[in-house]
């Protein structure tokens, strides 16, 4: 039995000629909470489209809980407790914050769609109750009766990641989830995410803020031109001339790194003057 509840081994996507994966040997511990960082066009997306079977793999294999899920549809893999969000949140604007939720939440039949027609579809306090937890752990209980259009953006990037837990997965992907987020935001956001690991999940995430990416995750994977060139903790990963080079620039890397640290060891960014804030 294996300890990794995610496994890639030399997984490759190609499109046109081009590897946008190249051989990539990435693993996500259970229980853990692990990053994949690169600059635009690297390859992440891509990556996580692999894992939930969006793009077909052109070459190598992932596996699941020990499952191999190569053949499977995204929506099976999803049911084996495999979820991710989308950068384009795309909620349903006429439907309350609470009702985005339970449409993820519940299972879709073949014929869910004519019990809709009629109005017909039971409700499951199972799902009804997982709807609840995951408004709760995203701190989004007060906004259930709300609809998307009278949150803020800060909000409705909660409301899409607790979309993904209505499931309750094993794993959830989060793909840029701090996009388009302030710094007190983006803080905000990380302390719900960090959250999961107390509920029997692990976490995979990209996204492009640095303080975000370091401040949660126990282990990183650095992506570039579709190849892992870097992997190790937030502290290595931070003092690798290769990550600084290839993802940000050696100054920028620098600023992002005190925010993250900053963030780790105070639970707050630094203001202006370099002083926690």
């Known amino acids: 039995m294996t300890d990794n509840i995610l496994e890639a081994s030399g997984l490759t996507v190609t499109f046109g000629g081009l590897n946008a994966n190249d051989g990539v040997d990435l693993a996500v511990p259970t229980g ?9 066009g690297a390859g992440k997306t891509t990556f996580i489209d692999a894992i ?10 992932a596996a699941f809980k020990g499952e191999n899920i190569g053949d499977l549809k995204p929506h099976e893999r999803a049911q084996r407790g495999l979820v991710r969000t989308f950068q384009s949140l795309e909620l349903f604007e006429d439907l309350s914050v609470r009702d985005n939720l339970l449409v993820a939440g519940y299972p879709t039949k073949w014929y869910t769609f004519i019990l809709d027609m009629f109005h017909m579809t039971p409700k499951d306090p199972a799902t009804e109750a997982r709807v609840d937890w995951a408004l709760d752990i995203m701190g989004l209980t007060e906004d259930a009766d709300s609809m998307p259009t009278d949150l803020s953006h800060g909000r409705r990037k909660l409301v899409g990641v607790a979309r993904a837990l209505a499931g309750k997965p094993d794993l959830i992907l989060l793909d840029e989830p701090a996009a388009g987020l302030d710094t007190a935001e983006s803080q905000n956001l990380g302390r719900h995410l960090r959250e999961f690991l107390d509920h029997d999940m692990s976490v995979f995430l990209i996204d492009h803020d640095m303080g ?9 994977y650095v992506l570039d031109f579709g190849k892992i060139i870097a992997q190790g903790t937030p502290a290595e990963i931070r003092l690798d001339p290769m990550v600084k080079a290839a993802y940000l620039g050696a100054e920028a890397g620098e600023v992002q790194a005190a925010v993250g640290e900053a963030i780790t060891a105070t639970g707050s960014a630094p203001t202006e003057s370099g002083a926690p804030g």
Do not use: E, K, Q, R
Request: glycine share 14%.
């Open 32 to 40: 853990s909470f692990v990053g994949l960082i690169g600059p635009n």
């Open 52 to 61: 939930t079977g969006y793009v077909p793999m052109s070459a190598g294999s």
């Open 212 to 220: 975000l990416v370091l401040s949660v995750c126990d282990y990183i």
